[in-house]
């Protein structure tokens, strides 16, 4: 058997053979792998019409680049189908954007994982899960288009735990992070629609997230009632976040339907209910630049209503929703979005 690793080509005498010699020289995530064989990976850049040496993104700090063939290599690895590509190839440009600023959270000792969100047809096209237990595992699509993006800054841009990966716990997002949103659930346009491409498109959305935290609201049937728990929860995360994902379960938006709530009333709504004065928020530990004079100033956790991304996912029969705090401090990172090609 030929298993391929960038330019690197090794004869492996089987399967087990191949995982072992990953595992040994840290080309995996501690999982078993599926050998990169030359034919396979071929495969996945002739599906999706990439040329081997088309560079998806540069990464802005250190330079490394990630040619579609490494991310090719990568995915297969993971345990992709390849008509999973394309929505890899997208994730990459996404996290190599400007915006994104990758660096950071990818080497911070906080332990930022990255949350692949999927709109559009090619979610239905590849089975993609945006229902019950939409974090948890056993959809393909989900878990390896998430793994593939993380084998790729482990074995492309290096970033290893103990080595650039300075995590000081991490957290299970790290291996694969990725959903699809459950449009059909939705009161609100798409999230990809809603960032600025048009209806109809497919898009990722790549968010640098901290652990989630689910928020269960089981008596609150108005949108004030279910917004009021979210709130209670923020408070922990501190003030002034530049962003902030908000995950809905069905049960929960269902109240906002019925509101006939928009979407920005959501960040609105927050904005003044998760309102402290400073010196509370720096009693509670959190630095805030404050004179005296100032201690009785209102600041909310959130620094603006768009700060708020607001995703429908999850299954029915629970009313369970998430907040997903990001590595967004000082705007260093933030979402972006890019559209599936």
């Excluded at 396979?40 to 040496?53: C, I, K, M, Q, R």
């Excluded at 790729?152 to 841009?157: A, S």
Aim: proline fraction near 6%.
């Amino acid at each position: 058997m030929t298993s391929q690793l960038s330019s690197q080509t090794i004869e492996v005498a089987d399967v087990i053979a191949a995982n072992e010699l990953f595992h040994e020289r840290g080309w995996s995530d501690g999982l078993p792998i599926i050998p990169p064989t030359e034919e396979a990976v071929a495969e996945f850049l002739n599906v999706s019409g990439l040329a081997a040496d088309e560079v998806l993104g540069v990464e802005p700090v250190k330079g490394g680049v990630v040619t579609a063939e490494k991310a090719a290599i990568n995915a297969v690895t993971a345990g992709c189908r390849p008509e999973y590509m394309p929505v890899v190839a997208a994730a990459v440009r996404a996290i190599t954007a400007e915006k994104f600023a990758l660096h950071g959270p990818t080497v911070s000792t906080m332990g930022a994982a990255i949350l692949i969100v999927v709109n559009g047809p090619i979610t239905r096209e590849l089975g993609m899960n945006a229902g019950t237990s939409v974090f948890g595992p056993g959809n393909r699509a989900n878990a390896t288009i998430g793994r593939a993006l993380r084998l790729i800054l482990i074995n492309v841009l290096g970033t290893r735990a103990g080595e650039l990966d300075k995590g000081t716990l991490g957290h299970p997002g790290k291996y694969t992070w990725c959903i699809a949103e459950a449009e059909d659930r939705s009161p609100w346009e798409p999230l990809h629609v809603g960032r600025g491409l048009v209806e109809g498109s497919s898009a990722v959305t790549v968010v640098a997230g901290l652990s989630g935290l689910q928020v269960g609201e089981h008596a609150a049937n108005t949108p004030e009632g279910i917004l009021d728990s979210f709130a209670h929860r923020m408070y922990a995360l501190g003030p002034n976040m530049k962003e902030v994902v908000l995950i809905f379960c069905p049960e929960h938006v269902a109240f906002f339907r019925e509101a006939n709530w928009k979407k920005s009333q959501i960040g609105e709504y927050l904005l003044e209910r998760t309102r402290k004065p400073r010196s509370e928020w720096a009693g509670f530990g959190f630095p805030v630049n404050w004179t005296p004079e100032q201690e009785d100033d209102m600041v909310s956790a959130i620094a603006s209503p768009d700060a708020v991304v607001s995703v429908v996912a999850g299954g029915d029969g629970g009313a369970w929703s998430m907040i997903i705090p990001t590595w967004s401090f000082g705007a260093k990172t933030l979402a972006v979005t890019q559209e599936i090609r």
